[in-house]
T-cell receptor
Framework: AQTVTQSQPEMSVQEAETVTLSCTYD???????LFWYKQPPSRQMILVIRQEAYKQQNATENRFSVNFQKAAKSFSLKISDSQLGDAAMYFC????????????FGTGTSLTVIP | GAGVSQTPSNKVTEKGKYVELRCDPISGHTALYWYRQSLGQGPEFLIYFQGTGAADDSGLPNDRFFAVRPEGSVSTLKIQRTERGDSAVYLC??????????????FGPGTRLTVL
């Protein structure tokens, strides 16, 4: 099974500043999908951003962008102009394009936004 | 429209008891997934339904866990002879289709199960 590693259990950022959350993964596949999900205290997982492995261009969604390094198997999330509402657990996830439909999640990074 | 809903929100039970957790997916979504999230961990896959049938149940930890989706909509996760180690948040997700290049899974708020 694929493994997803988030090496930062906790991160903090000053409001309006930029923060980068790290994620690495292990796979032998060449085609797959990567995701960042946000989980606030309400427990509901919310999709932040998605990246297809075959696309070289890094995905961007408003203040959220990724740095996808396929050879290094790295998929970091950058949050610009951080807002208080960004405070949550962030999970990196992997999904194969060939085998199965389930996600493999990392252990998460707890993000605190300091006013 | 309504999102994925799960009931109950919280469930406390005693070791050895039987529990049922319910998931109502988004209307029209054919695929449904169950995940288990233990404290301090990311969600772990349990089982995935395509329509009424379990397409992949490789994540179920043992035969005490079972899930059904008899009419291809609502799903129930059933846990027999609960153990303290079963305590976790159980998340349900649904997606319009399974597989393909676009398969966003929409998650429910989860059921927090506590086994005393």
């Amino acid at each position: 099974a694929q493994t997803v590693t988030q090496s930062q259990p906790e991160m903090s950022v000053q409001e309006a500043e930029t923060v980068t959350l790290s994620c690495t993964y292990d796979t032998s596949e060449s085609d797959y999908y990567l995701f960042w999900y946000k989980q606030p205290p309400s427990r509901q997982m919310i999709l932040v951003i998605r990246q297809e492995a075959y696309k070289q261009q890094n995905a961007t969604e408003n203040r959220f962008s990724v740095n996808f390094q396929k050879a290094a198997k790295s998929f970091s999330l950058k949050i610009s102009d951080s807002q208080l509402g960004d405070a949550a657990m962030y999970f990196c996830a992997y999904r194969s394009s060939n085998t199965g439909n389930q996600f493999y999640f990392g252990t998460g990074t707890s993000l605190t936004v300091i006013p | 429209g309504a999102g994925v809903s799960q009931t109950p929100s919280n469930k406390v039970t005693e070791k050895g008891k039987y529990v049922e957790l319910r998931c109502d997916p988004i209307s029209g979504h054919t695929a449904l997934y169950w995940y288990r999230q233990s404290l301090g961990q990311g969600p772990e896959f349990l089982i995935y339904f395509q329509g009424t049938g379990a397409a992949d149940d490789s994540g179920l930890p043992n035969d005490r866990f079972f899930a059904v989706r008899p009419e291809g909509s609502v799903s129930t996760l059933k846990i027999q002879r609960t153990e303290r180690g079963d305590s976790a948040v159980y998340l349900c997700a649904s997606s319009l289709l399974a597989g393909g290049s676009y398969n966003e899974q929409f998650f429910g708020p989860g059921t927090r199960l506590t086994v005393l």
